[in-house]
């Protein structure tokens, strides 16, 4: 079902010679088996179950899954899996069972809530997991989310499952344990393929068979307890002191000699074994009566593509994969769900909705009663009174929109990039990139908005406001928010860590403040190239432009002395930068 042919990949280095990760590994597997992927640090295993997988690009030679070329015609969702032991990849906050109820309902597609608890059981079952089905992912055990893991893996019903080092770094009960369910996962479904990749030599006996690979070519691939007889040493720890001794490239040119003969000893497609005798006459076999290195065969049955033909009608087609709306409500509902439960995040958000307006409040206090006044068109302020007010104005409103930037950090820096992991996990398992982009549009939008209104809608009904058009001053308010709270969403996806997209989004909030020209004018070249692009500059130039008409509009422009963008041109400028930071958001997910 499962064959490798020749596979290469090679590490292009500049100014160096390319690095061969992998030199023409050749390999095939029936349905219903587990093979042990074996091979010191280094050895090329990762790279190999990604280029099987899809995620790196095959250079040379062919992966064929039931006779389709895969690296020709792509593999289909639900229908392979990559299990890792990475545990970044798991919420902290969430159950075992919502984990799987939410990895079915991300997968597959037409299947109603109550029929994905269902089957959340009896996976969670299956993996061992029926003991701990409401504990929250950071009370488990490092092997039990190993479990969990593989649960969510096989949520979408795959047929070919990939474990990159599942069992290390557990004890060696639990790795007998883990291999154990290993081997159930494998004959549970007579088609499914399973792979894992591991260093550790203990328990082989739990594989079918095991591949050994040594810096990036195939030097074995037969039973476990054939590894001794094969490379002549007593115990399989000496495995790899053994492989050290001669070039990688020997080791392959041996195995390529030898590998028909052997695997026509291990009888592997009837389930026999093979004696130490049929053993040793296939390893002193004559090497010129062996065939040429090619399509290889596991046994002496039928030709593989007599047997593929027969059984390609018996495949069933992957699990349909859910629909982009399914998706949605699924991350909406998980998001919310996360952010009640993380009380942290609750708290700052919260003291940021109720702190900053309650800072404009007290800033513009004492200027309350000279607000009133502005409303009065037959008030004419004194040109002291004027010259405080143009101050205020000018600050007051770029204190808001700075107010909502420096949320919008706080907001969106680490959305991104804390889940890149998971994002990671589930885009493999069939997660659409514009369900994953609009959940975080709408759950950073919505607490963008309510910040921006707060902001804009305390200081005007509590105080009247400035003279015009308040409304559309909280719209560019809001407006400005949301733009930068995806210009950093944009920074989140392109950052390798939480830390450096943090650091990257305060340092362009920082400089928002100067380039806008509401401290100190910019000269009018250097201004007509860097104001379009400040965020700040069109929410604060918005909102003093809407003042045309009062009294106070001619005193603040001769005081501060930068053009307005009219409230129209403001709209269309923050519309792009929204959407410039949304095109930022899809090229990092892409790129990472």
């Given at each position: 079902?499962?064959?490798?042919?020749?596979?290469?990949?090679?590490?292009?280095?500049?100014?160096?010679?390319?690095?061969?990760?992998?030199?023409?590994?050749?390999?095939?597997?029936?349905?219903?088996?587990?093979?042990?992927?074996?091979?010191?640090?280094?050895?090329?295993?990762?790279?190999?179950?990604r280029t099987m997988a899809g995620t790196?690009?095959?250079?040379?030679?062919?992966?064929?899954?039931?006779?389709?070329?895969?690296?020709?015609?792509?593999?289909?969702?639900?229908?392979?899996?990559?299990?890792?032991?990475?545990?970044?990849?798991?919420?902290?906050?969430?159950?075992?069972?919502?984990?799987?109820?939410?990895?079915?309902?991300?997968?597959?597609?037409?299947?109603?809530?109550?029929?994905?608890?269902?089957?959340?059981?009896?996976?969670?079952?299956?993996?061992?997991?029926?003991?701990?089905?409401?504990?929250?992912?950071?009370?488990?055990?490092?092997?039990?989310?190993?479990?969990?893991?593989?649960?969510?893996?096989?949520?979408?019903?795959?047929?070919?499952?990939?474990?990159?080092d599942f069992m290390t770094g557990v004890?060696?009960?639990?790795?007998?344990?883990?291999?154990?369910?290993?081997?159930?996962?494998?004959?549970?479904?007579?088609?499914?393929?399973?792979?894992?990749?591991?260093?550790?030599?203990?328990?082989?006996?739990?594989?079918?068979?095991?591949?050994?690979?040594?810096?990036?070519?195939?030097?074995?691939?037969?039973?476990?307890?054939?590894?001794?007889?094969?490379?002549?040493?007593?115990?399989?720890?000496?495995?790899?002191?053994?492989?050290?001794?001669?070039?990688?490239?020997?080791?392959?040119?041996?195995?390529?000699?030898?590998?028909?003969?052997?695997?026509?000893?291990?009888?592997?497609?009837?389930?026999?074994?093979?004696?130490?005798?049929?053993?040793?006459?296939?390893?002193?076999?004559?090497?010129?009566?062996?065939?040429?290195?090619?399509?290889?065969?596991?046994?002496?049955?039928p030709e593989p593509e007599d047997e593929?033909?027969?059984?390609?009608?018996?495949?069933?087609?992957?699990?349909?994969?859910?629909?982009?709306?399914?998706?949605?409500?699924?991350?909406?509902?998980?998001?919310?769900?996360?952010?009640?439960?993380?009380?942290?995040?609750?708290?700052?958000?919260?003291?940021?909705?109720?702190?900053?307006?309650?800072?404009?409040?007290?800033?513009?206090?004492?200027?309350?009663?000279?607000?009133?006044?502005?409303?009065?068109?037959?008030?004419?302020?004194?040109?002291?009174?004027?010259?405080?007010?143009?101050?205020?104005?000018?600050?007051?409103?770029?204190?808001?929109?700075?107010?909502?930037?420096?949320?919008?950090?706080?907001?969106?820096?680490?959305?991104?990039?804390?889940?890149?992991?998971?994002?990671?996990?589930?885009?493999?398992?069939?997660?659409?990139?514009?369900?994953?982009?609009?959940?975080?549009?709408?759950?950073?939008?919505?607490?963008?908005?309510?910040?921006?209104?707060?902001?804009?809608?305390?200081?005007?009904?509590?105080?009247?406001?400035?003279?015009?058009?308040?409304?559309?001053?909280?719209?560019?308010?809001?407006?400005?928010?949301?733009?930068?709270?995806?210009?950093?969403?944009?920074?989140?996806?392109?950052?390798?860590?939480?830390?450096?997209?943090?650091?990257?989004?305060?340092?362009?909030?920082?400089?928002?403040?100067?380039?806008?020209?509401?401290?100190?004018?910019?000269?009018?070249?250097?201004?007509?190239?860097?104001?379009?692009?400040?965020?700040?500059?069109?929410?604060?130039?918005?909102?003093?432009?809407?003042?045309?008409?009062?009294?106070?509009?001619?005193?603040?422009?001769?005081?501060?002395?930068?053009?307005?963008?009219?409230?129209?041109?403001?709209?269309?400028?923050?519309?792009?930068?929204?959407?410039?930071?949304?095109?930022?958001?899809?090229?990092?997910?892409?790129?990472?």
């Open positions: 079902m499962l064959e490798l042919v020749s596979l290469s990949h090679q590490l292009i280095r500049r100014g160096e010679e390319p690095l061969a990760v992998l030199d023409a590994v050749s390999f095939r597997l029936p349905g219903g088996h587990l093979m042990g992927l074996v091979g010191a640090t280094g050895s090329g295993k990762s790279v190999l179950l790196v690009r095959v250079q040379a030679g062919a992966v064929l899954w039931n006779g389709r070329d895969v690296t020709q015609n792509l593999w289909r969702p639900n229908e392979v899996a990559l299990v890792t032991c990475d545990d970044a990849s798991l919420q902290p906050l969430m159950s075992v069972k919502e984990h799987v109820v939410c990895a079915i309902m991300l997968q597959v597609g037409g299947i109603s809530k109550r029929d994905a608890v269902i089957k959340a059981d009896r996976l969670v079952l299956f993996c061992g997991l029926d003991t701990v089905t409401g504990v929250r992912v950071r009370d488990l055990t490092a092997v039990q989310r190993r479990r969990l893991l593989l649960a969510l893996a096989l949520a979408g019903d795959p047929l070919l499952v990939l474990c990159d004890d060696p009960r639990s790795q007998r344990e883990l291999g154990a369910l290993l081997q159930l996962v494998a004959r549970e479904n007579p088609n499914r393929v399973v792979i894992n990749a591991t260093q550790t030599l203990a328990e082989l006996s739990a594989y079918d068979t095991v591949l050994v690979l040594h810096e990036g070519r195939g030097c074995f691939h037969g039973p476990g307890r054939a590894i001794t007889h094969y490379f002549s040493i007593p115990h399989t720890e000496d495995l790899y002191h053994r492989l050290a001794k001669r070039p990688s490239q020997r080791w392959q040119d041996s195995w390529n000699r030898h590998r028909d003969s052997y695997y026509g000893a291990f009888k592997l497609m009837s389930g026999m074994g093979a004696s130490e005798a049929e053993l040793a006459a296939a390893s002193d076999e004559d090497e010129d009566s062996r065939s040429e290195p090619g399509r290889l065969r596991l046994g002496r049955g593929e033909a027969s059984k390609a009608s018996t495949i069933p087609p992957p699990v349909e994969r859910a629909g982009l709306g399914t998706q949605l409500a699924v991350l909406m509902r998980r998001r919310w769900t996360l952010f009640r439960r993380n009380k942290s995040e609750w708290w700052s958000h919260a003291l940021l909705l109720i702190g900053l307006p309650f800072v404009c409040l007290i800033l513009s206090w004492g200027f309350r009663g000279t607000l009133k006044l502005l409303h009065n068109p037959d008030w004419k302020p004194s040109a002291t009174e004027a010259s405080a007010l143009a101050g205020f104005a000018i600050g007051l409103t770029l204190l808001q929109v700075l107010m909502v930037m420096g949320a919008g950090v706080l907001n969106t820096s680490r959305e991104i990039a804390d889940e890149r992991s998971i994002w990671h996990r589930e885009h493999f398992s069939g997660l659409r990139s514009w369900s994953f982009v609009l959940s975080k549009v709408l759950h950073v939008g919505t607490i963008a908005l309510l910040q921006a209104f707060a902001i804009g809608l305390v200081f005007d009904l509590l105080t009247t406001g400035f003279p015009g058009n308040g409304a559309l001053r909280v719209g560019l308010l809001a407006l400005t928010g949301l733009a930068f709270n995806f210009l950093c969403l944009g920074i989140s996806a392109w950052s390798r860590t939480s830390d450096k997209a943090t650091s990257r989004a305060w340092c362009l909030a920082f400089l928002q403040a100067p380039l806008s020209g509401a401290i100190l004018a910019l000269p009018a070249p250097l201004g007509s190239v860097l104001q379009p692009l400040t965020t700040a500059f069109y929410g604060w130039s918005g909102s003093m432009d809407s003042l045309k008409g009062s009294a106070l509009f001619d005193t603040i422009t001769a005081f501060n002395g930068t053009w307005f963008a009219t409230p129209a041109v403001a709209v269309i400028v923050l519309l792009i930068h929204a959407g410039v930071g949304l095109s930022f958001v899809i090229s990092g997910l892409r790129r990472r």
